[in-house]
C-alpha cells in the first residue's frame, strides 16, 4: 500500500517568514492529496485537497507544489503568523478512495515574534 | 462542513478493562473511520466502515472490535484494554464520493493504567 514520508519533523519560523514542509510518497496512481492542520488539544482541520492534474494550488497564507516526477507534495507558509503553530499533516489515499488515509508523522511548527 | 463528535473525550482505566468509543457524524456520510494517534507513528488507521452493518480492517486493528450501528454511529471497543492502548483516538467521515476527503472529530484521549 501506499507510503509517505514527510519531514521536517519541527520547523521553527520567525514571523513573517516562509516555510516548507516536504511529503514523499509511493503510489505513482495516487491522484487526491490532502494536508491537515493540527492545533493543540483538537482534531485535524483539512487544509487543501489537491489533485493531480494541478501542480500548483494556493489556500490562505499558503501553497502547495505537486511534483509527480519526483511523487512530493510540499507545503509552502508564506508570510508565517502565530495563527500557524500547529501540526501539519499530508495524507494520501491507502489503497482505494474509500479505505482510509495514509498520514505522514506530521511537522510541528512553532512561529516566533 | 461534516459534524463528528466523539465521546467520552477522556477516558482513563485499568489493564483488562473494558471500553467503548463513541462516534457520531450528522452529515449523512456514508464512510466511517477509526484511527489512533501516537508520537512517532502518526495517525494510523484501525477500522472502517461503508454503512450500517459493514465494518472492514485496517492497518493495526489487533485488539479492537468495531461496530457501525447506524450510518451516524460508529463505535470502537476495547475489551481486554492493554497499557500498549494508550493513545488518542480519532474518529472521522467522508461522503464516499468524489474526493473522498475525510473530516474529523475532536478525539479521545484514553490511559490504560
Known amino acids: 500500500g501506499e507510503q509517505v514520508e514527510q519531514r521536517p519533523p519541527h520547523l521553527s519560523v520567525r514571523e513573517g517568514d516562509s516555510a516548507v514542509i516536504i511529503c514523499t510518497y509511493t503510489?505513482?496512481?495516487?491522484?487526491?492529496f490532502f494536508w491537515y492542520k493540527q492545533e493543540p488539544g483538537a482534531g485535524l482541520q483539512l487544509l487543501m485537497k489537491?489533485?493531480?492534474?494541478?501542480e500548483i494550488n494556493e489556500g490562505q497564507g499558503f501553497t502547495v507544489l505537486l511534483n509527480k516526477k519526483d511523487k512530493q507534495l510540499s507545503l509552502n507558509l508564506t508570510a508565517a503568523h502565530p495563527g500557524d503553530s500547529a501540526v501539519y499533516f499530508c495524507?494520501?489515499?491507502?489503497?482505494?478512495?474509500?479505505?482510509?488515509?495514509?498520514f505522514g508523522l506530521g511537522t510541528r511548527v512553532s512561529v516566533f515574534p | 462542513e461534516a459534524a463528528v463528535t466523539q465521546s467520552p473525550r477522556n477516558k482513563v482505566t485499568v489493564t483488562g478493562g473494558n471500553v467503548t468509543l463513541s462516534c457520531r457524524q450528522t452529515n449523512s456520510h456514508n464512510y466511517m473511520y477509526w484511527y489512533r494517534q501516537d508520537t512517532g507513528h502518526g495517525l494510523r488507521l484501525i477500522h472502517y466502515s461503508y454503512g450500517a452493518g459493514n465494518l472492514q480492517i485496517g492497518d493495526v486493528p489487533d485488539g479492537y472490535k468495531a461496530t457501525r450501528t447506524t450510518q451516524e454511529d460508529f463505535f470502537l471497543l476495547l475489551e481486554l484494554a492493554s497499557p500498549s492502548q494508550t493513545s488518542l483516538y480519532f474518529c472521522a467521515s467522508s461522503d464516499g464520493t468524489g474526493v473522498y476527503e475525510q473530516y474529523f472529530g475532536p478525539g479521545t484521549r484514553l490511559t490504560v493504567l
Open positions: 503510489d505513482p496512481n495516487s491522484y487526491y
Open positions: 489537491v489533485f493531480s492534474s494541478t
Open positions: 495524507a494520501v489515499p491507502r489503497n482505494n478512495y474509500a479505505q482510509g488515509l495514509t
